[in-house]
């Protein structure tokens, strides 16, 4: 198994040395989020920000982020907030200039929940999410960027009920190289 990852990494390494451009940035943007499978559940707004670090191949690119993501719902009772550490890992693919196609997984990593409070100890959320991610992407002049992307829950959400993550991401990003 440690072969395996040394060879990941020698891989990735080789790869961004023949890598035609190198992309490092901040993207701040909105979250539509909700829980699918979940009933009475709708959407909740909220904020995600963070950096990415890029690499671009002529028409293919590689892209891992880290940001903060405001998820969850809200019910007719209550409101569900749970908050993320996101890594998504995108394969991004040019079409034409900076227009681009996204798509890969995305790691969650809970931080924070207000759980406990709207409804005592019934159920917890679980402190892992692991979701795929879809979406658009332009490169536009002077750095800047913008994307949208649909973020969809694989595993569920909570220990005991149905509900995976669903999230619409529109992101604006500037990138320094």
Do not use: C, H, W
Request: hydrophobic share 45%.
């Amino acid at each position: 198994m440690k072969n395996l990852k040394l060879l990941f990494v020698i891989l990735i390494t080789a790869q961004l040395s023949y890598a035609q451009e190198i992309d490092f940035g901040v993207k701040l943007g909105a979250n539509f989020a909700t829980l699918n499978d979940a009933t009475s559940a709708s959407n909740k707004t909220g904020f995600v920000g963070g950096a990415f670090v890029g690499a671009k191949f002529s028409k293919v690119g590689l892209q891992a982020e880290l940001l903060y993501s405001q998820q969850g719902a809200e019910f007719d009772a209550t409101d569900f907030d749970l908050n993320y550490i996101n890594v998504p890992v995108l394969l991004k693919y040019y079409l034409i200039g900076g227009l681009n196609v996204q798509v890969g997984p995305q790691f969650g990593f809970l931080v924070d929940d207000n759980i406990q409070d709207s409804v005592g100890n019934a159920f917890e959320a679980e402190t892992f999410d692991l979701s795929g991610a879809a979406g658009l992407g332009i490169d536009l002049p002077f750095g800047l960027r913008a994307d949208a992307r649909y973020i969809f829950g694989v595993t569920d959400t909570f220990d005991v009920i149905d509900g995976k993550n669903g999230v619409f991401t529109i992101a604006l990003g500037y990138s320094f190289l």
